[in-house]
């Protein structure tokens, strides 16, 4: 095969047109690598080419230690030659290597288009895990260990018609607190907590059979997921136990909360247990206080940073839930059904360290002028506890003491509609609020019928105009000082926004074209899915937002751990000092990725860029 040939099969040369191709080989050298040479040494001169494995294989080394091997079609020096820094690793031949080099001035304009930072993100994050897995001692990144790595003994089956007298009996003797039952089509689960809430408390006889009481699917996950995306699943889910399944959905063990307790003394799942024992409103908003500590020690392991902003989310929950059980043992029953509706960025479950309130409250109280104030009274503690957590209220007053934000479930229904049928510019900025909206607390059922009013918001093509203005007017950076927009003065001049100078724009652009192919969807990521199988959205811009998404929160949470550890106040306002010239170039084409489906925006609604 000719140079030509397999480089247009490499990535990210493989996304490139034919004369840029040929112009990368016109730039390219071939050279040979005795098995034992040292081809890039660790910490020594910048590397001058990007290095294309033709034949052979090398490996990677960080102090002495292998932590990556690269075959044919694989490269390596990039990182060296972006960041004009020394190599941090040490590449070396493993067996007799064939080499195509490019020079670094042909590479630098591809890594810089959508489809080179994709491969450059990527490839980092693959280097970070195979570094992580090659490290000696497990104790400095316990989320990066494979759920698998924690199972202990086989999983106990039992048969769905068996009865739960006997089930309670086989994990009293087997020493477990979950039995697992198979099916044709998946699993099913009994827990301890299912025989005390579902058979006892429920006055249900030992003859019930299983598959009475059982859950049925049950969560699951693969052995080789990592620790962390099992304590994702289980925060998210309110679960204790995920079974393991193999590559061939065998059931393999189970995973339980004690296990994932087990990596560190404080995780996560024990604060959020804590919180939901609390016997206080100060016991609670005491555990509250360890989530920082977490959040910094996931950042530290490398943790999906998309998943961190889950973790803070369905801990900020689970803080709301308990103050309203306390609240509510005070004040007594309310009067009548009610929800507890969480915003915005809380309701995304995209939550970093630095963050407000925004609630509403949703009731049903037909013929009873009291209610409201009751349910005021209820919203105003509530939001005092959560402020003595350290989450302020929200300076709009968005929040469910505030009387706008309390109606009974026909007047939100109702608001929605008006919302969508004139919707202004005030109508647009609250629907950017309140159409992000979860239920935390209470029974009454409000997803329901506010979902099904979003999903005719695609029939409604002048409010999607005004949301779609109110996300083109958000102007990412597209040019640089230093290599980043910063902002000119005030308190944070010399500093980036990290939160309004991109992750806005895209939680924007993914609710507008959600709602325009009918989604109810919540979650920014979520959206964009469903945006991209809906047409709204090229599979390529979908793509790029994705990492663009990745990578800002990436950058938003390690400034804000390290202000957690230095012990200054939390912002969302990045130093350029603090980013490496790879995440600079990354940040930069991520600004042309949001710009670019902006633009198309403009287009498709009809509205002006101001």
């Known amino acids: 095969m000719d140079v030509l040939a397999f480089l247009r099969t490499c990535p990210p040369l ?8 040929q112009e990368v080989v016109r730039q390219t ?5 005795p098995a034992g040479t040292t081809i890039l040494e660790q910490s020594g001169q910048i590397a001058r080419f990007v290095y294309v494995v033709r034949v052979g294989a090398v490996e990677l080394l960080d102090g002495g230690r292998v932590v990556d091997l690269l075959g044919p079609g694989e490269s390596f020096g990039h990182l060296s030659v972006l960041s004009k820094a020394p190599p941090t690793t040490e590449v ?4 007799d290597t064939l080499c195509y080099l490019i020079d670094s001035s042909a590479m630098e304009k591809i890594f810089a288009s959508r489809k080179g930072v994709s491969f450059l993100s990527s490839n980092l994050r693959r280097r970070v895990t195979k570094a992580l897995e090659a490290s000696a001692d497990s104790r400095t990144d316990p989320w990066r260990t494979r759920v698998g790595q924690l199972v202990r003994r086989e999983a ?4 769905p018609s068996a009865p739960v007298r006997e089930a309670a009996s086989t994990m009293a003797e087997s020493r477990v607190s979950c039995l697992v039952i198979p099916f044709e089509d998946g699993f ?3 827990t301890d907590r299912d025989l005390r809430s579902r058979v006892l408390a429920a006055g249900l006889t030992g003859a019930t059979s299983v598959g009475e009481v059982m859950t049925h699917p049950a969560v699951s996950i693969r052995e080789d997921a990592m620790a962390s995306e099992a304590l994702r699943s289980m925060l998210e889910l309110g679960v204790h136990h995920l079974p393991l399944l193999d590559d061939h959905g065998d059931l393999v063990g189970v995973v339980t909360d004690s296990d994932l307790m087990g990596l560190e003394r404080r995780t996560p799942f024990a ?4 919180i939901e024992r609390a016997p206080d409103v100060d016991a609670a908003v005491a555990a509250m206080a360890q989530l920082p500590r977490a959040v910094t020690d996931l950042v530290a392991a490398s943790a999906d940073p998309v998943d961190v902003g889950h973790v803070v989310g369905v801990t900020v929950d689970a803080l709301t839930a308990r103050l309203l059980e306390l609240t509510i043992a005070e004040m007594g029953n309310p009067p009548h059904p009610w929800a507890w509706l969480s915003l915005g960025s809380e309701a995304r479950h995209e939550q970093a360290l630095a963050t407000d309130q925004d609630h509403a409250f949703a009731f049903e109280a037909e013929g009873d002028p009291d209610a409201d104030e009751w349910f005021r009274q209820l919203a105003e503690r509530v939001t005092q506890g959560i402020e003595a957590a350290g989450i302020p209220r929200c300076r709009a007053d968005t929040g469910a003491y505030a009387a706008p934000w309390r109606r009974t479930l026909e007047g939100w229904v109702q608001r929605f509609e008006e919302w969508m049928q004139e919707p202004g510019n005030e109508g647009a900025i609250l629907t950017a609020i309140a159409f992000d909206f979860r239920r935390v607390g209470g029974s009454l059922d409000v997803e329901r019928p506010l979902n099904e009013v979003l999903r005719h918001a695609r029939d409604h093509p002048v409010f999607l105009r005004h949301l779609a203005a109110q996300v083109v007017a958000l102007h990412p950076p597209t040019g640089f000082h230093r290599d980043l927009v910063v902002e000119a003065k005030g308190e944070h001049a ?5 939160k309004h100078g991109g992750l806005i724009a895209i939680t924007g652009i993914a609710r507008v074209l959600a709602l325009s192919v009918g989604s109810a969807e919540k979650r920014t990521l979520p959206r964009l899915r469903d945006a991209t199988d809906g047409g709204a959205l090229s599979a390529g811009d979908h793509d790029a937002l994705d990492e663009s998404f990745h990578l800002l929160w990436q950058i938003r949470l390690e400034h804000q751990t390290e202000q957690f550890r230095s012990g200054v ?11 490496g010239p790879i995440t600079r170039h990354a940040l930069r084409e991520s600004f042309r990725s949001i710009t670019r489906v902006q633009r198309s925006m403009i287009a498709e609604f009809g509205v002006r860029s101001h």
């Open 188 to 190: 099913g689960i009994l």
């Open 29 to 33: 050298e071939i050279e040979f690598f």
């Open 92 to 95: 070396r031949a493993l067996e």
């Open 494 to 498: 010399g500093r980036f926004d990290v």
């Open 271 to 274: 604060i959020r247990s804590e």
């Open 156 to 159: 106990i089956t039992c048969q």
């Open 14 to 21: 493989d996304s490139v047109d034919e004369d840029a191709l």
């Open 569 to 579: 106040p939390i912002d969302d306002f990045v130093h350029p000092s603090e980013l």
